[in-house]
């Protein structure tokens, strides 16, 4: 079978499930790893700084598991589009 | 933009790898996990592959909170016979009464399992001494049914980790990132009836980050790859908001079943879709409501008057706990993930149902209000049940309390028209509910000699204790099988030719190309058009001629640019695998039946006496043949299963025994 090359390039999504805080991310690609989605790809420079691509973010199940999975506090977050904050209001006292 | 990055990965496009195993595992979620762990406690040598990392994938790899039907745990005043016999009964006997009696008899078993591999089963910290879903002894704590307690509130967090570093301990081979395409088989034969005599030599499958191509050979294989989805249910944007199951769980296993001729049954069961639906839905667990993790939760509406739970009769309950013992004059409740209305027998304690609701004047919307309840009930709910069930830790539980949410002082809003937060059409449908799936035996063999499935798989599945139960049963069997056979030798034409289709999208011309979402939009269009709420003969002949014109019309012109488009591509092939399938199941059946939620206008009479049977379809030389089997084809329960399972009841009572005993 012949070889051809393997190219790629972000696909655009109307939601950011995945957001990065590069000045936390320790680059240590863990998040990339357990992402069953394979939403996260590794990013072309490595180390600190320097968090996986959202490669696939439309591909997201918002499962969680990359933030459960960071060693640093916030360096991921994860959240799920606008439309899905569902509302919540104090609670009415009891009459 | 392309410009800026390149494949970060190997490129082994046109390499084949062969690796031999004696038990196969094919998808690494729980039921995968345990079948391997099954086996490889067996002294077998197992290989098992994951599309994702075992670490976190599956249904359950961010969690699940409660494990239905442990039976056999020290507290439960339950037998195994009882709840499989009510779960059958429940569904009118469209159920999987070998593998509900599995999980009520090993489900513990296999919780114990999860402990001793360092996941937490108890309140070990003791969190909630005192409350009253706990049992201070033991430690153990119970959902729904107080009195009977066999369902258990676990830290499924904790699980998937625990698995992961098992399998290695145990020396299982793990492939990550690799996807099962196809089974590997021959026929040995034909029987009686003429029927061709199958058996599993092993699979194939692909690299999904470097696109290399494997051959599995082994004794035996086990099939864990979940159930279909986004069948009817599709959207191109955030294809990931789909269905409820993981966005990459889709079916593969069943269609590479349907393609090797493997019996499927109940197929043309399905509901209308319920949560989690093509982003229509709120996040799973995240809005008011009073089911499943949220049970039994207070509700008030806009206004802020309580609404009322009642019992099966209709009496209003008093007082919180309440609602957590069955009626008077009542064994035990059933509640959970597959039990949604169920019958005056089975039926626990509810909040008054939403038309009455509206007709007596409450007022919309409605919201969950935890902080009327016990301090026991409110943090059981928010903060272990949310927070421990898939796909809340992060999303639900941390975001939620990041924008302000504290259940002593905010109620959260019901969306929809009960627990689903959204509302859907009749044609809009899932797999959901016990669904259908792969017809088996008492070893959970297939028709396919040597090919064995657990979890989702196996038809009318529910929930997580099920998937453990039945992978664990399912690798034990598998085992015993592979002890007894050698390696079966495959044809070498059937590699070349499953090479070729994987790869074809990555020679398809860009320029005239299709993308894999738009094929999967066509699919879901298709469905919903041609197999949707009421179905009839020449609707669905048309929807199987627009399906297959997709197949030799459309396929082709997929195009793929890397390993992890040709995976999606493969997916959607395999959904319109499983969309004719569904068709031919439902073309089938000549009757409407209640039970499977299936309706057809030519032929409206409801569940006839003579239709009451599983009708078992199998591909054979390219035509669905058929043969009925009967609903209780599980005999006595206990009888068969006692009959085939001394060696492991002896060999658990010394595993667990002290467990059991709560020591």
Request: glycine share 10%.
């Amino acid at each position: 079978m012949k070889k051809v090359e393997y190219t790629v390039s972000p696909v655009p999504c109307s939601a950011r499930p995945i957001r990065f805080d590069t000045s936390l991310c320790i680059g240590c690609g863990r998040c990339a790893r357990v992402c069953q989605c394979d939403v996260l790809v590794p990013p072309a420079e490595k180390g600190k700084g320097h968090p996986p691509v959202v490669m696939y973010p439309g591909e997201c199940y918002y499962c969680g598991a990359c933030v459960m999975v960071c060693p640093v506090k916030g360096a991921i977050r994860l959240e799920h589009p606008l439309m899905n904050q569902a509302k919540f209001v104090p609670v009415i006292p009891q009459k | 933009m392309s410009a800026d990055y390149s494949w970060p990965y190997a490129n082994e496009m046109g390499e084949t790898e062969e690796l031999i195993s004696d038990v196969l595992v094919l998808g690494g979620g729980l039921a995968g996990c345990f079948a391997a762990i099954g086996a490889a406690r067996r002294g077998q040598k197992v290989l098992l592959v994951e599309k994702g990392d075992v670490e976190r994938s599956g249904s359950a790899g961010t969690g699940f909170d409660h494990w239905e039907s442990a039976c056999t745990n020290p507290c439960s005043q339950v037998t195994p016979e009882e709840i499989a016999t009510a779960y059958f009964n429940e569904q009118d006997g469209y159920s999987n009464g070998i593998a509900h009696y599995i999980e009520c008899r090993e489900g513990y078993d296999r919780m114990l399992d999860l402990e001793s591999f360092g996941g937490k089963i108890r309140d070990t910290e003791d969190e909630f001494k005192g409350a009253p879903f706990r049992d201070d002894r033991t430690k153990l704590m119970f959902a729904y049914d107080y009195k009977n307690r066999f369902t258990l509130r676990v830290w499924g967090s904790t699980f998937k980790p625990a698995l992961a570093a098992q399998l290695k301990k145990l020396g299982v081979r793990v492939l990550n990132r690799t996807e099962a395409t196809a089974l590997l088989v021959k026929e040995e034969g034909r029987d009686a009836q003429g029927r061709p005599c199958l058996r599993g030599v092993g699979a194939m499958g692909m690299d999904v980050h470097t696109g290399k191509f494997y051959i599995f050979r082994a004794k035996a294989v086990i099939l864990a790859m979940s159930r279909p989805a986004r069948v009817w249910l599709f959207n191109a944007d955030m294809p990931g908001l789909c269905e409820f199951r993981p966005f990459q769980s889709i079916g593969s296993g069943h269609a590479m079943g349907w393609r090797a001729g493997m019996e499927f049954t109940m197929m043309e069961k399905s509901v209308r879709a319920e949560f989690s639906a093509s982003g229509r839905s709120f996040p799973p667990y995240g809005t008011g409501n009073n089911h499943n993790t949220w049970y039994a939760a207070t509700m008030v509406d806009a206004r802020g008057v309580e609404i009322p739970y009642v019992n099966r009769d209709g009496n209003i309950l008093k007082t919180e706990q309440e609602r957590y013992y069955p009626a008077p004059g009542q064994k035990f409740f059933l509640k959970g993930g597959v039990i949604d209305n169920p019958k005056y027998e089975y039926r626990g304690p509810e909040t008054l149902d939403f038309d009455t609701l509206i007709k007596e004047g409450y007022q919309l919307p409605f919201y969950a209000d935890l902080s009327r309840m016990s301090p026991w009930e409110r943090r059981v709910i928010w903060g272990m049940m949310v927070g421990e069930e898939g796909k809340t830790k992060i999303p639900i539980y941390q975001n939620y309390t990041d924008r302000g949410f504290d259940p002593e002082k905010y109620m959260l809003q019901s969306y929809g028209n009960g627990w689903q937060s959204a509302s859907f059409l009749g044609q809009e449908r899932q797999f959901f509910g016990a669904p259908g799936g792969i017809m088996h035996n008492w070893d959970l063999m297939t028709n396919i000699a040597g090919v064995f499935a657990g979890g989702d798989q196996l038809f009318a599945s529910d929930c997580a204790g099920f998937a453990c139960a039945t992978g664990g049963y399912a690798g034990r069997k598998a085992a015993q099988y592979a002890g007894g056979v050698s390696i079966g030798e495959y044809n070498p034409e059937d590699a070349d030719a499953e090479r070729e289709r994987l790869f074809a999208p990555m020679f398809a011309d860009a320029e005239t190309s299709v993308s894999w979402k738009e094929l999967n939009m066509a699919i879901s269009k298709c469905m919903q058009n041609y197999c949707g709420e009421v179905r009839c003969e020449d609707l669905m002949k048309q929807g199987l001629d627009l399906l297959h014109s997709y197949e030799t019309d459309w396929v082709p012109k997929l195009y793929a640019a890397n390993p992890h488009d040709l995976m999606r591509i493969h997916e959607v092939m395999d959904i319109l695998t499983v969309s004719q399938m569904t068709l031919n199941a439902s073309l089938v059946r000549h009757s409407s039946s209640a039970p499977l939620c299936f309706q057809r206008s030519d032929y409206p009479q409801m569940d006839p006496e003579n239709d009451r049977k599983h009708m078992v379809i199998r591909l054979e030389n390219g035509r669905v043949a058929e043969r009925d089997v009967p609903l209780d084809y599980a005999g006595t329960l206990k009888d068969e299963y006692e009959k085939r399972n001394q060696d492991y009841m002896a060999w658990a009572a010394r595993q667990y025994g002290a467990g059991k005993e709560g020591e």
